[in-house]
């Protein structure tokens, strides 16, 4: 479904992956985990078309689509979903209002009849109660005034009511008290299927408690160095990071 | 009121000028560009927009003697210890001169620099306002003597330069000017003062011109302590580097009538401006403060803070423009204006403006007239403080933010000014 | 490689037609350009006005030749000939009509044109339109519905010939003629606007609303308003604007005087979207207008705009708090893309105790334009516990755009309360990335962060205005972030 094949990318004269490669099978979940600064959060954007990213080599393809032609909003319509790590407030826009935006405008794109009203409020009434949204927050200004916590479930919502065929979730646990953190997972979970497969980055072992996943890759100094089962969330959450990086500059030299 | 000054009468007023300052005694030629300005210009009136809350007529008939007794007049805060140097009406009287020679520091008089330096004024001494403001055109026409300091580039000032204007009983024309050059990565810090007689009257139309060099940083405190009734026209001009640092004080602690014109131009990337002013006039007193900053290149900052009060029957001004010139990108400015109304008859005008050329930018402005807070004036009270008292403290603590950023032995005068004008002390 | 290479967008925008540029061809009576004491005399006679009228406008007309025409800091633009300006120019089928059928049928594909066909606003929205097109009411609608609460809502013509008593005790008593040079010229020549009292007490059921458009090359449109809610009534007017695309700039300058009497409340309501010229700035109108409203006490004025047009924007609503405990409002957006200025904001006069004023002003500045915000809060010496809370932003979309404010605070009584906040930033590129990860096109994330940034503003519209504004606030700005 994702293939990601020695991917270079730099921001400014940076490089920040060199040589990433990757790939996700329909209905799998890969945690991607990597000290700080690994390149976690660029991989997120990039597979989501931020520009600010300069890929200088390598490529993504997307069900057999070149990824890296297709501009932010076309990733959208191919069914990518990133789950931002800082949602970005939009004054004055309501969260529904803007939901319904979107997702006519994707329906629009895909050539698919706009959603009635009618179905479109009994779909977030669904995907609200699947993250216990409260129905204030609905009407509010797109994450404007939210905690952290709001915020990373209104991520969640949203996912639940696009659904994407490609879920990148970046750090959506962070910011999280246990209560909350159990509820985006249940979010996630519950929308877990054949056809949709995640993205699952994380800096803590924690969140892989609750949103278990088939596949778990290290990011470390921007390519994927080691990959493994579930059980090697927990190898690093005990060991840390740094036998595998050490391993790996080991082998380099 | 009739605002309309027949061209022979500010035509009279220059000569006037011209030949009182002559008489003392001038120091360097008057430029050209400036006298040619002085016939172009016309007299400032209330229907002109730089002017309209700022009433001139009256210097119209101010009709200066040169003074006759040149005392030198007590210390200001005696407890600081600076270079310091004394002028009165315009005139050197004494002072620490400094001079390393030509390629190291140098602080005098401007007529001792002319003397010895001319070549390292030349350039950068002239501020354009004196080709743009009828008064500062008539101060560049008839110069007086002041404080001039001059960093060569990495160096540092050793010691704080503190200049004192006075000026003395009597109607008398003072047209000082203080020049300040800091190279590239030199440092200074210095204080401007100005205070005179109680008997005094007539103008003080001062004009301070200085210019930071790339890398250089500039801390500048001025005080203006005048209890007589002279007219005062400020004209202070900065010109800031790449990367350079500008701290600005201005605190008008006692003015009869007091305008000060204020310009900054970030002549270069980086460039980091605070300036920040107080003010209190009170009886019949008129104080304006006019500031503007040219962010003429990327990446530079500003933060600008102006807080004031008017008691009795005064009026105060705050004019300050922010201007972000085309492709002048990422620049940060906030200014902020705040002000007490404390008379029943006391007028603010306030004038924030923002001027934007570029679009990634962040500038905001923000302005509030108000009054003590009823509630704490309540509860400072209830806790048994006398009106007075309490009246004293919340002064102090809405004048803090300003009034804090100054030497500990200044910012102690300034408020002991206030309170002892408003009486509570 | 050009901004217009850069961004497709960009360059297909600036190509966009306007959207009302249409003229329509009816047989129009018209006077040769030109202006002086027998230009008034005829369009006086030509309207059947009495001999009080006539004596105002040849006052008026001498006052505006003894005025120099203003220089302003901030805009730049050719001024008109006046000598070249047709001063009249009215649809030839002036017998009285009896109903909306009897209307010419061009004239009435125009306002289908413009989406305020009137069956259609009368069987749905409930709007009673006075149609201006050129200065000349056309029809109006709604009248026997609004007579039998004692309102009045007609041409300003008709206001003569019918209310002679009610125009002539108010005409000018807001807005002096010589106030300035427009509304001096506007008093000589002005040929119609609309008029409408509110009788005590009442309030006025339904929105009154006027459609103004310039048809005709070369004339200038000077209306007049003229709108007086009598003690403890209540009126919502709303306005809206269109002119035809040519290539010469045409003249607007319109006086409205609003007379908010005790314990009365009007609001009213602009959406202007005259011709703003080419993307070269060549063509499109001149907006100078004065509009201004007295409050007598308690009274209330709110006024609303989205001002999304003219080459050349010249207007302060502005309100004179007279009355104690009056309350003024000012609500605006103004957009400003291509070549356009736009100097607008407010006045809001404190002379009254317990007076309150709120300004909100979203300025939003794209293209190579100009936007300013200019306004002045005065608080008189006798205005105690006034208040003023203004908020002035400004959102810049291309690096060739300027934006810029204002502010003149005048306070001259110490139990005044005063706040003014402004900023000025660029739109969040974080915000439209958001949007486009959502799915939503570069458009729709624009139109959505524009809309959310101006909903202070587009919430005080009525509901049928609201939705116009949105729309019109998406088409100005398509593609437009550099």
């Known amino acids: 479904m994702l293939k990601i094949d020695n991917l270079h990318a730099q921001i400014g004269d940076t490089e920040i992956l060199k040589g990433l490669s990757l790939e996700l099978g329909a209905g799998e979940v890969h945690a991607i985990m990597g000290p700080n600064g690994s390149g976690k959060s660029t991989l997120a954007s990039i597979l989501a078309g931020r520009e600010d990213y300069e890929v200088t080599q390598g490529s993504i393809t997307f069900d057999g689509v070149d990824l890296l032609e297709l501009d932010a909003t076309e990733r959208a319509v191919a069914g990518i979903f990133l789950a931002f790590q800082y949602p970005v407030e939009i004054p004055g826009v309501s969260n529904i209002n803007f939901l319904r935006t979107a997702l006519n405008s994707i329906r629009e794109q895909r050539e698919e009849a706009p959603l009635s009203g009618k179905d479109f409020l009994a779909k977030v009434k669904a995907c609200a109660q699947l993250v216990e949204l409260d129905g204030k927050l609905r009407d509010r200004s797109v994450n404007e005034g939210f905690s952290g916590g709001e915020k990373k479930r209104n991520e969640v919502f949203q996912m639940a009511m696009l659904e994407p065929k490609l879920a990148v979730l970046d750090e959506t646990d962070s910011g999280l008290d246990i209560d909350a953190l159990r509820i985006v997972a249940h979010g996630v979970n519950s929308m877990r299927g054949a056809d949709r497969s995640f993205l699952v980055i994380t800096h803590y072992q924690r969140l892989l408690d609750h949103i278990v996943p088939d596949f778990v890759h290290v990011l470390a100094g921007g390519r994927i160095v080691h990959s493994g089962g579930k059980e090697l969330a927990l190898e690093l959450e005990e060991k840390g990071y740094d036998w595998i990086v050490d391993a790996q500059a080991t082998e380099q030299a | ?425 | 490689m050009s901004a217009a290479e850069e961004n497709p967008l960009l360059d297909e925008f600036t190509r966009k037609e306007y959207e009302f540029g249409f003229t329509t061809d009816i047989d129009a009576d018209k006077l040769p350009p030109g202006l002086n004491e027998g230009v008034i005399r005829l369009i006086s006679s030509k309207k059947n006005e009495p001999e009080w009228m006539l004596q105002w406008r040849l006052d008026a007309f001498r006052v505006w030749q003894s005025m120099k025409e203003p220089d302003w800091a901030h805009v730049n633009y050719e001024k008109p000939d006046y000598q070249a300006i047709s001063y009249y120019s009215a649809p030839k089928s002036k017998v009285p009509l009896g109903s909306l059928d009897e209307v010419d049928p061009e004239l009435r594909a125009t306002m289908d044109k413009l989406g305020i066909s009137m069956e259609e606003q009368k069987r749905l929205s409930g709007v009673a339109v006075d149609f201006v097109m050129d200065s000349v009411s056309v029809a109006t609608s709604f009248k026997d519905k609004l007579a039998e609460l004692g309102i009045i809502f007609c041409s300003m013509s008709e206001a003569i010939q019918e209310h002679p008593e009610l125009v002539r005790k108010h005409i000018g008593s807001v807005v002096p003629v010589k106030d300035n040079f427009f509304s001096a010229l506007n008093s000589a020549v002005f040929t119609d606007g609309s008029f409408c009292y509110i009788p005590k007490g009442a309030k006025c059921p339904m929105e009154l609303s006027t459609y103004f458009r310039i048809n005709e090359a070369g004339t200038g449109q000077f209306e007049r308003t003229l709108l007086i809610a009598e003690e403890g009534s209540y009126v919502s007017y709303l306005e809206g604007c269109t002119a035809p695309q040519r290539d010469e700039n045409q003249l607007h300058a319109a006086v409205v005087e609003l007379v908010a009497k005790d314990d009365a409340e009007i609001k009213y309501s602009t959406v202007q979207n005259w011709y703003p010229g080419d993307a070269e700035g060549k063509g499109g109108v001149f907006n100078f207008v004065t509009k201004r409203g007295i409050c007598e006490t308690r009274a209330k004025i709110s006024w609303t705009q989205v001002e999304t047009g003219s080459a050349v924007t010249w207007k302060y609503p502005s309100c004179i708090l007279k009355g104690d405990g009056s309350i003024g409002e000012f609500y605006s957006v103004a957009v400003t893309n291509n070549a356009q200025q736009a100097d607008t904001g407010t006045k809001m006069i404190h002379l009254g105790a317990n007076t309150h004023s709120t300004i909100i002003s979203k300025g939003i500045s794209a293209g190579n334009s100009q936007n300013s915000y200019r306004g002045l809060v005065q608080i008189g010496p006798r205005a105690r516990n006034a208040r003023n809370f203004s908020q002035c932003d400004s959102l810049l979309m291309t690096d060739t755009s300027g934006a810029h404010t204002f502010p003149y605070i005048e306070t001259k009584n110490p139990t005044a309360h005063v706040e003014h906040e402004a900023t000025t930033s660029r739109i969040g590129e974080d915000q439209i990335f958001y949007c486009l990860q959502r799915g939503l096109t570069e458009e729709q994330a624009i139109g959505l962060i524009v809309n959310g940034y101006a909903k202070e503003v587009l919430n005080k519209l009525p509901m049928e205005f609201a939705v116009e504004a949105r729309k019109l606030l998406t088409i100005s700005l398509e593609g437009s972030v550099g």
């Open chain 2, 1 to 425: 009121m009739n605002e309309v000054a027949a061209p022979t009468q500010h035509a009279a007023l220059a000569a006037r000028v011209s030949e009182a300052c002559s008489q003392a005694g001038l120091v360097g030629e008057p430029h050209a560009e400036a006298l040619a300005a002085l016939e172009a210009i016309d007299y400032p009136t209330t229907r002109q927009e730089r002017w309209r809350y700022t009433r001139v007529a009256r210097f119209l008939e101010v009709a200066p003697s040169a003074p006759a007794d040149l005392t030198a007049p007590p210390a200001v805060v005696g407890n600081l210890e600076a270079l310091r140097f004394t002028f009165v009406a315009g005139q050197y009287i004494n002072g620490d001169v400094l001079d390393e020679g030509a390629d190291g520091c140098f602080a005098g008089p401007v007529s001792l620099a002319l003397e010895r330096y001319p070549e390292r004024l030349k350039g950068w001494s002239k501020s354009d306002f004196s080709t743009r403001e009828w008064f500062a055109a008539l101060q560049a026409s008839a110069p007086q003597d002041g404080v001039c300091i001059l960093v060569p580039e990495g160096k540092s000032l050793p010691r704080p330069v503190l200049a004192h204007h006075h000026m003395p009983d009597g109607v008398h024309v003072s047209q000082p000017r203080d020049l300040i050059h800091i190279g590239n990565n030199a440092a200074a810090e210095a204080i401007l003062w100005s205070d005179n007689a109680a008997q005094s009257a007539g103008m003080l139309n001062a004009a301070i011109t200085a210019s930071v060099g790339d890398g250089a940083s500039l801390s500048l405190e001025i005080v203006q302590d005048e209890p007589g009734s002279v007219h005062h026209m400020g004209h202070h001009h900065f010109t800031q580097g790449s990367n350079s640092k500008l701290t600005l004080r201005t605190a008008t602690a006692c003015a009869h009538w007091l305008r000060n014109d204020l310009h900054i131009v970030q002549d270069g990337t980086h460039a980091d401006s605070t300036f920040h002013g107080c003010y209190l006039p009170n009886g019949r007193q008129f104080v304006d403060h006019h500031t503007r900053i040219d962010h003429a290149h990327p990446d530079g900052q500003s933060n600008e803070l102006y807080k004031g009060l008017a008691a009795d029957k005064s009026t105060a001004v705050f004019n300050g423009k922010i201007m972000v010139h085309k492709d002048a990108q990422r620049i940060e400015a906030y200014q902020s204006n705040s002000n007490l109304l404390l008379g029943e008859q006391a007028s603010m005008y306030s004038k924030p403006e923002l001027e934007i050329y570029a679009d990634d930018v962040r500038c905001s402005h923000g302005c509030t007239t108000g009054q003590f807070d009823k509630e704490a004036l309540f509860y400072l009270r209830s806790r048994g403080m006398t009106e007075t008292a309490a009246h004293n403290l919340l002064v102090q603590a809405f004048l803090a933010e300003v009034l804090n950023g100054f030497r500990p032995e200044i910012r102690d005068h300034v408020h002991a000014v206030f309170s002892r004008r408003l009486g509570w002390n």
